[in-house]
């Protein structure tokens, strides 16, 4: 099992930053990809931004291109997401999770709790 705890939310004006952190705890040993989801009212969770496990590939949604960086610190088991030039669409609770587990077939996806952010116009 590996445990997920998001940081870094919270409420910012229209063209702002935010950083947030994502940090695993339990069976840390083997775990592959990890990234970020985001889910705003009424809508489905959505990809935002993933990162392969050794660091070499990012991947994102289109829109948050050129805005966020994912990155990861795996001295640390710790994903982060840098979010620039805030809008008030990117407004959800956001979410990561990893892949992780002995050997990529028997792998398993978890997820943190989520960590508001909000984006005031």
């Known amino acids: 099992q590996v445990q997920l705890v998001e940081s870094g939310g919270g409420l910012v004006q229209d063209g702002g930053s935010l950083r947030l952190s994502c940090a695993a705890s339990?069976?840390?040993?083997?775990?592959?990809?990890m990234g970020w989801f985001r889910q705003a009212p009424g809508k489905e969770r959505e990809f935002v931004a993933a990162?392969?496990?050794?660091?070499?590939?990012?991947y994102y949604k289109d829109s948050v291109k050129g805005r966020f960086t994912i990155s990861r610190d795996n001295a640390k088991n710790t994903v982060y997401l840098q979010m620039n030039s805030l809008k008030p669409e990117d407004t959800a609770v956001y979410y990561c999770?990893?892949?992780?587990?002995?050997?990529?077939?028997?792998?398993?996806?978890?997820w943190g709790q989520g960590t508001q952010v909000t984006v005031s116009s």
């Open positions: 999770n990893v892949l992780a587990g002995t050997n990529l077939e028997t792998a398993s996806v978890y």
């Open positions: 339990g069976r840390t040993a083997n775990m592959y990809a």
């Open positions: 990162i392969s496990g050794s660091a070499t590939s990012t």
